[in-house]
């Protein structure tokens, strides 16, 4: 239904508005010059062109407004590129982190987490990695980092065991991969289900792998420092149709249906109006059957219309992060005396959110 708006538009006119907002962005955005000594460095931002800009107007005349065209274009665009079946837009990567552990305490997955069960995450992490596992009355057990990858120590996992683990919840740190080869190994030996925050490690593998494809599910953050951005937004991914299901209901208030953004009458199932349900008569609405405690975290078409087309650009920015992070690292090598650096695996391929440096003891500066 959201395209039907477009066919009876004159497309003439269209072109005149892109045309417009190229213009607009020609003036008010290109070619903005660094001035040494005046200008701000950032240590990361959005990196935008008059495509992002052109793109979300166009999702504005739509006007469907809720997730549609852009967001089903985005979806396959981005599961094309880590090599993820599932992949469900969200509204940020603490909505995506609280979808994901929400998943796995749903009510229809006879494996769920139960109150009270325990998930191994690491000491360094971001906020909203831990507060998904308080927020589900989970019990969080914290392991250290290592110096130089800021990655959890995978050998203390067996120490962190217990008879109420039941899961793994670690953070891919600013984009460094954690060896999950090792991960996946304690995992199955245990019989736990592992989610991978991968917000700062878009483009990251491990033994050619994309991050984020080991476990069960996965996290991305589009805030704007992050690889791509859609001012906010995140997404849940996984190669589990059970669990993608799982999570499309806990983001979409709880319900059942999962009939998506095309909404012919009877549902994309086609069974929208044909279930029976044990005790009621006759037959009931599925598309407003709620059946887990839910949110409403979903993304607008007009963030969707600007991840469309920053994936058009995420090659040449993993790209670029990793020819930048080389260049740092080069530059800092001579002050090792100074700071400890940065380290990876020898099978990683990092896709650098940033370049993380630790000041060593006794040092005459701080
Ligand atoms: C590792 C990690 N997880 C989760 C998040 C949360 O993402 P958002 O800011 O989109 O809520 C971030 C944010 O930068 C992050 O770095």
């Known amino acids: 239904m959201y395209y039907v708006s477009r066919c009876i538009v004159n497309d003439d006119l269209k072109k005149e508005i892109f045309a417009k907002v190229t213009e607009y962005y020609q003036q008010a ?9 005046e200008s701000r460095v950032q240590y990361a931002g959005r990196v935008y062109d008059e495509r992002e800009m052109v793109n979300m107007v166009d999702a504005v005349l739509d006007f469907w407004l809720t997730a549609g065209r852009f967001s089903e274009e985005f979806e396959k665009k981005l599961g094309a590129f880590i090599g993820a079946r599932e992949v469900i837009p969200v509204n940020s990567g603490s909505s995506a982190n609280l979808v994901a552990v929400s998943t796995l305490c749903a009510q229809q997955l006879k494996q769920r987490l139960n109150a009270g069960d325990e998930v191994i995450t690491s000491a360094v992490a971001f906020p909203t990695t831990v507060a998904p596992i308080i927020q589900n009355q989970l019990v969080p057990v914290f392991v250290d980092a290592e110096m130089g990858t800021y990655n959890v120590d ?16 670690l ?3 600013l984009g460094n991969p954690i060896p999950m080869d090792r991960v996946m190994e304690f995992a199955k030996a245990h019989n736990l289900f592992v989610i991978e925050d991968t917000c700062d490690a878009l483009g ?3 033994k050619g792998q994309a991050v984020g494809t080991f476990g069960h599910l996965a996290t991305l953050s589009f805030y704007p420092a992050h690889h791509i951005t859609m001012g906010e937004g995140g997404v849940v991914y996984t190669n589990s149709r059970r669990l993608a299901k799982i999570a499309r209901t806990i983001r979409d208030w709880g319900r059942d249906c999962w009939c998506g953004y095309d909404n012919p009458m009877n549902g994309k199932c086609g069974i929208r109006f044909e279930r029976t349900l044990e005790g009621v008569e006759g037959f009931h609405d599925h598309r407003y059957y709620y059946t887990e405690i839910g949110y409403n975290l979903k993304i607008t078409d007009v963030q969707a219309a600007m991840g469309v087309a920053q994936m058009e650009k995420l090659p040449n920015f993993v790209a670029q992060r990793k020819k930048n992070f080389a260049r740092l690292y080069a530059g800092l090598k001579q002050f090792e005396k100074f700071l400890i650096l940065p380290t990876w695996l020898p099978d990683a391929d990092v896709s650098w959110f940033a370049c993380p440096l630790t000041l060593r003891d006794g040092i005459p500066f701080d």
Do not use: M
């Open 29 to 37: 955005h290109a070619n903005k010059k660094f001035v040494a000594g």
């Open 154 to 169: 995978v050998n203390q996992l067996e120490v962190a065991l217990s008879p109420k683990t039941r899961a793994l919840f």
């Open 204 to 206: 990251s593998k491990y």
């Open 171 to 173: 953070t891919h740190t």
